[in-house]
């Protein structure tokens, strides 16, 4: 049998794509039997229960008088040799380049005990990051310096290779939702409280920044709501939300939206949903309409990034070309306005979702990765995805 692994996670712990993959993965490599270090600056959200395998290092920044800006990742690098040296690490898997995969290479030089490390690119760290000039020979050294490198999509991996020029192997393990989390819930109660029994729910759910085009969401949903009954449920917080309000008020819809904030049951919440807006820019994988499409709701979106290998444009949601807003209203009406092929999509969901990305066979993904790194011969046994 294979031996069981200490693992050091560092991710941003806060709300976030990057955070909640690291942190759900910690979990479950825990319930494997691994021993899972999460070195962050605060505890994860998504952490959740006690767990005997799982332990959590806060990174404290020197805050000395010399310093203009306390160097956070120099805290970081220290903190992560110093746990690797007094917990003996196997390996340290870091999520998003910067400054994530640098610390990561300078704790494995203060580590002289073949530390290795696994770099996890997300999305933004490669394609907003890699972009600026000051940073892309840093991403570079952190890529080329990790003993693996994984990327959450095809499409994220040759946009690694087309930016930066990497030809070393990227392994691609794209995110997964936990089957016994995400499910379609019972809302029947609570979807009252929102929309009259003949409405439709269209739901956006982001950190509201411009590359998520939130514009467009309220652009879908006004042509949407000027044909059938529609309420717009917005889910989340960032730097577009006064305008988004702005806007929504311009159009006259403020009793159609309305506004839930920051959500930790995403689940509970993405249940109450007919449709999932998702009309991005950029995407390089977008867990949100995959754990909309766990619970069966189809999304009507971008082909931005790797959007498509996770919608199956026309069986689990609609895809059009990025702020084609008119065809994505168009694709929301013939979902919402035709129940039987609604069902059709909602089960096309269900069966992606629990076959194509069920956490148990990602994890297995990333554990193989492990033990080839660490040199180790270890088949483990395929997963299937079962109920
Ligand atoms: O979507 C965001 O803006 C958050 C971002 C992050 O860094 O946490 O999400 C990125 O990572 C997620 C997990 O791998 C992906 O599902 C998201 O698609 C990706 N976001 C972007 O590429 C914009």
């Known amino acids: 049998m294979a031996r069981k692994l200490k693992i050091g996670i560092t991710c941003y712990p806060t709300l976030g794509g990057s955070g909640v993959v690291a942190t759900e993965l910690g979990k479950l490599l825990a319930e494997r039997g691994h021993e899972i270090h999460f070195i962050t600056h605060s505890i994860p959200f998504r952490l959740g229960q006690f767990n005997k395998n799982i332990f959590f290092h806060e990174v404290e920044v020197n805050d000395y008088y010399v310093f203009r800006y306390p160097p956070y990742d120099l805290a970081l690098a220290s903190k992560m040799a110093q746990v690797a040296k007094m917990q003996q690490l196997d390996l340290l898997h870091v999520h998003y380049a910067v400054p994530h995969a640098v610390c990561a290479y300078l704790a494995k030089q203060m580590n002289n005990d073949g530390l290795k490390t696994v770099t996890t690119l997300h999305g933004t760290d490669i394609t907003v990051l890699a972009q600026d000039e000051s940073l892309k020979d840093l991403i570079r050294l952190a890529i080329h310096q990790s003993d693996a490198v994984t990327a959450v999509s095809n499409d994220l991996i040759e946009e690694t290779r087309r930016l930066l020029d990497i030809t070393t192997p990227i392994d691609l393990t794209y995110n997964f939702v936990d089957k016994r989390v995400y499910y379609p819930r019972d809302i029947t109660s609570l979807r009252s409280d929102y929309a009259e029994p003949d409405e439709k729910i ?41 305008r988004m309000q702005c806007k929504i008020r311009e159009l006259g819809l403020e009793e159609k939206v309305v506004f839930l904030g920051k959500q930790e049951d995403v689940a509970q919440v993405i249940s109450l949903a007919d449709v999932l807006l998702l009309p991005s820019e950029k995407e390089s994988f977008g867990l949100v309409a995959l754990e909309a499409m766990a619970c069966g709701v189809p999304t009507i979106g971008s082909n931005a990034g790797g959007i ?23 694709n929301a009406l013939r979902l919402l306005t035709n129940q039987q092929l609604h069902e059709q999509f909602r089960q096309a969901c269900l069966f992606r979702a629990r076959n194509e990305f069920c956490n148990d066979s990602i994890t297995r993904q990333y554990e193989q990765i492990y033990y080839r790194v660490l040199g180790m011969e270890v088949e483990l046994p395929a997963m299937v995805c079962s109920d």
Do not use: C, W
Not at 309 to 328: F, K, R
């Open 202 to 242: 269209l739901m956006h759910i982001s950190n509201f920044r411009p590359v998520k085009r939130v514009g467009d969401v309220i652009d879908i949903f006004a042509k949407v709501s000027s044909q059938i009954k529609a309420k717009l449920l917005l889910v989340g917080e960032g730097p577009e939300l006064s």
């Open 308 to 330: 498509p290998e996770l919608v199956t444009n026309g069986e689990t949601g609609y895809l059009s070309d990025i702020g084609n807003v008119e065809e994505m209203a168009d």
